[in-house]
């Protein structure tokens, strides 16, 4: 077994196994997802690796393992290569086909390889040519990730009173958060799909749902995070350097929002989607109610990774689904039962990809392809209705046991089904209206005011919450929108909402917003 402390043998596996998940890492280096999950990875392709080189020396002691070690790294970069070579070769969907061009190519690669790595110009150009890689992605990666660092985390303070008095009545605060759920006028517009039967039922259950609703940011992290901190954390002219960066430690590491239901005796609980990596839970909250993964149902970074390889094609990974009453039964499950309950729950759905049949039954594996010709509005219909069921017997489910219980279903933005994502100057009206029009439903305590047209923005959702729990007039803020490319947070822009909805840039990217 001396044979497998060889250097050569050691590089190898060292530099194939470090290469699929580097280039990975420094290709989506904009999510920002730790180095730690990417080297445990990584370790673990390279114990495969070492085990299997280690039956090779115990059952074939006359194989050169260092040719055995070049040729299990030829299969360990074919399979992480796998859906970037093979789209040239095979077309997506023929699954039988591109797993056996696949096979085909790999085994001739094999073949090769073996062929060459006992001799040594093979071995040094190789191991060079995949060092440099590995060494000039990491570098970049850690400039980026430290230029990211670099920048101040923006904050905000709401301007609300000091808690005066734990309030006598403190009922359960659910806040559901339904991913890309646009308005139901907006839905109807562009998918088709009928909503109003579920909202008529939120309204006999004691919602209002305002024909007027509105978010400030079009994308989820920055939404959320300014519905949490009551005001608009990110402004054009700002230091943002990366949307994660900036928007996830008021999301889920400390808000206004987490920090006054504790101030006021509450228990800060949260259901992740499941599905984005940046979603898992934080510092901010005391319970975390995590839906359960396994190796082939995870988040959306393990299945970005499975997809790089043939398991694509073999349909058998798939992301976690969360929906609401799932998530109910987590929360509940988690919780103290004798403490007032603030719980936060982010379902993915009805965001892509699709996860529901027309009949409402789960798809096996959950996907849509997004390319050309591909019915995205279909899809989207479906699993709107699907998800708005699921939340309507999640409700009827919490009002039955909790006739106090104060409940929002909110939307962290609209739909965008042309797919397309023009600078922020060149969106039309009827596509500002889409994204930034969502679902709003809110079931307050009795008496509590909504005629201001302002409680129908999401921003100052729980100012009008903490001002009902504390029997006080709320202290509402005026409704402001921006727009920016994704991965481009230096064209943040705000928009012009002096006529209503969300219009055309009012101030230009560089200058301070108001």
Same mark, same amino acid.
């Given at each position: 077994?001396r044979?497998?402390l060889?250097?050569w043998?050691?590089?190898t596996v060292a530099l ?8 990975f890492?420094y ?9 730690v999950v990417?080297?445990h990875?990584?370790a ?8 299997a080189l ?8 006359s194989v050169d393992?260092v ?5 299990s790294?030829a ?6 290569s796998?859906d970037?070579?093979m789209?040239l070769?095979?077309?997506?969907g023929?699954?039988v086909l591109r797993?056996?061009v ?6 001739l ?12 110009w093979?071995? !040094?150009?190789?191991?060079?040519f995949i060092?440099?890689?590995v060494?000039?992605?990491a570098?970049s ?5 430290m230029?990211v660092a670099g920048?101040?985390?923006?904050t905000?303070?709401?301007?609300l009173?000091?808690v005066a008095?734990v309030p006598?009545s403190r009922p359960?605060? !659910?806040w ?6 646009g308005r139901?006028d907006?839905v109807q517009l ?9 909202v008529d039922?939120?309204?006999r259950h ?11 940011y079009p994308r989820?992290?920055?939404s959320l995070s ?6 608009y954390?990110?402004?054009p002219?700002?230091d943002?350097?990366?949307e ?14 987490m920090?006054r239901f504790r101030?006021l005796g ?16 934080g510092?901010a909250v005391?319970?975390?109610?995590e ?5 082939l149902?995870g988040d959306e970074?393990?299945?970005?990774l499975t997809?790089?390889s043939?398991v694509a094609d073999?349909?058998?990974a ?6 609401p009453?799932?998530?109910l039964?987590?929360v509940r499950a988690?919780?103290?039962?004798d403490r007032?309950l603030f719980a936060f729950?982010h ?6 990809p699709a ?9 096996d594996?959950?996907g849509?392809?997004e390319?050309?010709?591909?019915d995205r509005?279909a899809?989207y219909?479906t ?6 069921a699921?939340?309507?017997r999640t ?6 046991e909790?006739?106090d219980a ?11 089904l042309d ?8 969106w039309?009206?009827?596509q500002?209206?889409e994204?930034?029009a969502i679902?709003?439903a809110?079931?307050?305590p ?7 047209p302002?409680?129908?923005?999401a921003?100052?959702?729980f ?8 029997g006080?007039?709320p202290?509402?803020v005026?409704?402001?929108a921006f ?5 481009e947070?230096d064209?943040l ?5 002096s006529?209503?909805p969300p219009?055309?840039?009012?101030v ?7």
């Amino acid at each position: 077994m001396r044979r497998l402390l060889d250097p050569w043998v050691l590089l190898t596996v060292a530099l194939s196994s470090l290469l699929p998940f580097v280039g990975f890492s420094y290709r989506f280096r904009h999510e920002l997802v730790g180095a730690v999950v990417y080297l445990h990875m990584a370790a673990i392709v390279a114990a495969v690796q070492c085990a299997a080189l280690a039956v090779v020396a115990w059952r074939r002691p006359s194989v050169d393992l260092v040719r055995a070690a070049f040729v299990s790294a030829a299969v360990v970069l074919s399979v992480a290569s796998f859906d970037a070579w093979m789209d040239l070769l095979a077309p997506r969907g023929a699954a039988v086909l591109r797993l056996g061009v696949w096979a085909a190519a790999t085994s001739l690669a094999i073949w090769g390889v073996w062929r060459l790595a006992d001799r040594p110009w093979f071995r !040094w150009g190789t191991s060079i040519f995949i060092g440099v890689l590995v060494i000039t992605q990491a570098v970049s990666l850690g400039a980026y990730r430290m230029w990211v660092a670099g920048a101040d985390v923006p904050t905000v303070d709401p301007g609300l009173p000091p808690v005066a008095a734990v309030p006598a009545s403190r009922p359960d605060v !659910w806040w559901f958060v339904l991913d890309m759920m646009g308005r139901p006028d907006q839905v109807q517009l562009h998918t088709g799909a009928d909503l109003r039967p579920f909202v008529d039922d939120l309204e006999r259950h004691g919602f209002v749902v305002p024909d007027e609703s509105w978010v400030s940011y079009p994308r989820t992290v920055f939404s959320l995070s300014s519905t949490l901190a009551m005001g608009y954390p990110f402004l054009p002219g700002g230091d943002l350097r990366n949307e994660f960066a900036a928007g996830t430690p008021l999301l889920l590491d400390a808000n206004p929002t987490m920090d006054r239901f504790r101030a006021l005796g509450y228990q800060v609980a949260y259901a992740p989607a499941g599905g984005p990596h940046w979603t898992h839970c934080g510092a901010a909250v005391d319970v975390c109610a995590e839906p359960p993964t396994s190796p082939l149902r995870g988040d959306e970074l393990q299945l970005a990774l499975t997809i790089m390889s043939p398991v694509a094609d073999l349909a058998v990974a798939d992301t976690v689904h969360a929906p609401p009453s799932d998530a109910l039964v987590r929360v509940r499950a988690a919780v103290d039962p004798d403490r007032p309950l603030f719980a936060f729950v982010h379902v993915l759905s009805p965001h892509e990809p699709a996860r529901y049949r027309p009949d409402c039954s789960l798809l096996d594996l959950a996907g849509v392809d997004e390319g050309p010709g591909t019915d995205r509005a279909a899809h989207y219909a479906t699993d709107a209705t699907c998800i708005a069921a699921d939340m309507q017997r999640t409700v009827e489910q919490i009002v039955a046991e909790d006739p106090d219980a104060v409940i929002i279903i909110q939307g962290d933005h609209g739909t965008k089904l042309d797919g397309r994502w023009e600078p922020p100057d060149q969106w039309t009206a009827a596509q500002l209206t889409e994204r930034f029009a969502i679902l709003d439903a809110l079931r307050l305590p009795p008496g509590c005011p909504l005629d201001d047209p302002r409680a129908a923005a999401a921003v100052n959702t729980f100012r009008l919450v903490f001002a009902c729990l504390e029997g006080r007039s709320p202290d509402l803020v005026d409704y402001r929108a921006f727009n920016w490319s994704p991965r481009e947070i230096d064209t943040l822009v705000e928009l012009d909402t002096s006529p209503g909805p969300p219009g055309p840039p009012a101030v230009s990217a560089n200058e301070p917003g108001r």
